[in-house]
């Protein structure tokens, strides 16, 4: 299956002042349409191209590392433009994530805590993530463009930490860029939607 660009489920100034128009002009038509056009060509090379996605990812991780790196950051950034909204973030979960969140990670200030920690404390580039594994919810990181489905998880919340994702607004102050994530972005909606689907 072909790997297709999605078009932003919101106008590129919908984010502001937290994502500038400039960010996702950059990060979606320049960043994730690179590793659209890359994954293609790679996964055409290494007869995979027939694959789902999640197959393509699972497939290559630890085998064809370009493939792996464009279709991996592929999948992450398809879930990352629907994880945020304008006036999203926040305390007001939906019920049965409310829940979840509070028997498995300790309730929503430890949730923005750990987040938060996990993504300032992942060097270089990489994600910071909640994945349901075992059945839990589960707080993770991980390098460049790996995620929780090499580790036997669902992810249903995800940040990009490369600089790309954050530079043009907040500079080198990435602890800035993930409270305003947490606190003005997230549709937990679509967190929903990701949690009711791994469970």
């Given at each position: ?21 400039e ?5 979606h ?37 370009g ?81 929780p489905l ?9 940040v ?6 954050y ?33």
């Amino acid at each position: 299956m072909a790997f297709e660009l999605p078009d932003l489920p919101y106008d590129y100034e919908a984010l502001q002042p937290y994502m500038s128009k400039e960010t996702l002009e950059y990060h979606h038509d320049k960043h994730h349409k690179a590793y659209v056009d890359n994954g293609n060509k790679l996964a055409a090379e290494a007869g995979m191209d027939g694959l789902s996605l999640e197959d393509v990812v699972k497939q290559s991780h630890g085998k064809n590392a370009g493939l792996f790196n464009n279709a991996a950051q592929h999948y992450n950034h398809v879930h990352f433009w629907k994880w945020m909204k304008g006036n999203g973030g926040g305390k007001s979960l939906p019920g049965k994530l409310q829940t979840a969140f509070d028997s498995d990670l300790g309730g929503y200030d430890k949730f923005r805590a750990d987040f938060i920690n996990a993504g300032v404390t992942q060097f270089g580039s990489g994600w910071a993530w909640v994945a349901v594994k075992g059945g839990k919810l589960e707080i993770m990181k991980t390098p460049n463009g790996e995620n929780p489905l090499v580790h036997g998880a669902v992810p249903i919340l995800g940040v990009d930490v490369w600089e790309h994702s954050y530079y043009i607004d907040y500079r080198n102050a990435r602890p800035k860029y993930l409270e305003a994530f947490v606190d003005s972005l997230i549709n937990w909606d679509y967190v929903l939607e990701c949690y009711e689907k791994a469970s």
